[in-house]
């Protein structure tokens, strides 16, 4: 019996994003080796994570995330004038989209993404709305305002990334877009102690008030009671309802994407299993998946991930906070077709099973990005908003 085709990917066979502009512009090729080495510096989960993807949408995926991490660094370091920081990042966007960017590898980088990808502007301009909302300590009165805050930090990720995976259908991107508003929620779920020590509520105010809560008199002395935990009980329910449409998503990527797009969607919902697990109290601890528990669900939910099923979510509208993200993409130009991204049988595994290799490598992801936010959580000031 021939092998199975499972969770090894041909990761140099498909060509770079890059490698036309880089016979035109000689330093493209070393823009994205300093985007790589910036991500190896600070933000290793990134690039760790990026190796569950195929080459050609790793390299793009490594630019783009290069420039968002500068974009979030030029914030979070600005102490004296966020809200400066923002516009000037504002006009950095402006540059690139102009066809001028700033003379950095990333800037640079990012460049070639929106011309080789056709990336509508309005997605990292979205993202900086996110970036300006938390400057200005934004709070949330429904979860439809949630939603709106969490589509600009989170969504906008989801819908760039589809666009390097080439998906640009307004089903795919609805569905990515729901999965970058459930991981925030279940962030915020996660974080809700660590964010009131900073002076933050993410909570939706008007499900704290029913529950007889008065949010500002909590943010005072943030206690953990069970009006706390019914609130973010309803926040964990409404992620799943994202989470299980997301599947519908899945299944419209290319296959060689498929894995690691699951494993981060059973992964992040796992957060709120944990959660609910210790009594829905995220504020006087902090929830933390096993990595025996990760596997475990890695080993099932990888094996999945190569599967195109409708799922639940197959036909809805994407959320109302999420439109005209969705259209912004619709509308722009597709790029000219890149090659299939290809999934290559892998002869060690058993027919079936997903690589453990790929699940063990894929749990270390996740482990990476639960210690950089702590480290991230720890760096600031309690009494400062990050």
């Known amino acids: 019996m021939p092998p199975t085709a499972t969770l090894s990917f041909d990761l140099e066979a498909a060509p ?206 943030p206690v953990f009671d069970r009006r706390i935990a019914a609130v973010v009980r309803r926040l964990l329910r409404h992620a799943d309802t994202l989470y299980a449409r997301v599947e519908a998503g899945i299944a419209l990527l290319p296959p060689a994407c498929r894995p690691g797009i699951q494993a981060a969607r059973v992964l992040y919902a796992e957060i709120g299993r944990e959660v609910e697990r210790r009594g829905c109290d995220s504020v006087s601890q902090r929830a933390v998946v096993s990595g025996r528990r990760k596997l475990a669900l890695l080993a099932r939910a990888l094996a999945e991930g190569v599967v195109a099923r409708p799922g639940a979510g197959a036909g809805l509208p994407p959320l109302d906070a999420v439109g005209y993200l969705v259209d912004a993409v619709v509308r722009t130009d597709a790029p000219p077709p890149a090659p299939a991204l290809r999934v290559v049988p892998d002869a060690a595994a058993r027919p079936g099973t997903p690589s453990f290799a790929f699940a063990k490598r894929a749990v270390w992801v996740i482990e990476l990005c639960e210690q950089q936010a702590q480290r991230r959580l720890g760096r600031h000031d309690v009494s400062q908003p990050s």
């Open 16 to 221: 770079a994003f890059d490698d036309a502009p880089a016979r035109a512009v000689p330093d493209a090729a070393a823009d994205l080796a300093a985007c790589r080495a910036q991500l190896a510096d600070g933000s290793r989960t990134f690039l760790a994570a990026s190796r569950l993807l195929p080459r050609a949408v790793r390299d793009p995926a490594c630019a783009l995330y290069a420039f968002c991490r500068t974009a979030d660094d030029a914030v979070d370091l600005d102490t004296v004038d966020e809200l400066a920081a923002v516009a000037r990042l504002r006009t950095r966007l402006a540059r690139i989209y102009a066809g001028q960017p700033e003379p950095t590898p990333a800037d640079r980088a990012f460049a070639r993404v929106v011309v080789c990808h056709a990336m509508p502007r309005e997605l990292p301009e979205a993202l900086l709305d996110g970036f300006e909302w938390d400057a200005r300590g934004r709070r949330y009165e429904t979860i439809e305002d949630l939603h709106d805050y969490a589509a600009r930090v989170a969504g906008t990720v989801g819908a760039m990334m589809a666009v390097l995976m080439r998906r640009r259908s307004p089903e795919a991107l609805a569905r990515a877009c729901d999965l970058g508003v459930a991981m925030q929620l279940s962030n915020i779920a996660r974080d809700v102690g660590e964010d009131a020590r900073r002076g933050r509520v993410y909570l939706p105010l008007a499900w704290l008030r029913e529950a007889g809560v008065d949010p500002d008199a909590w943010l005072a002395e």
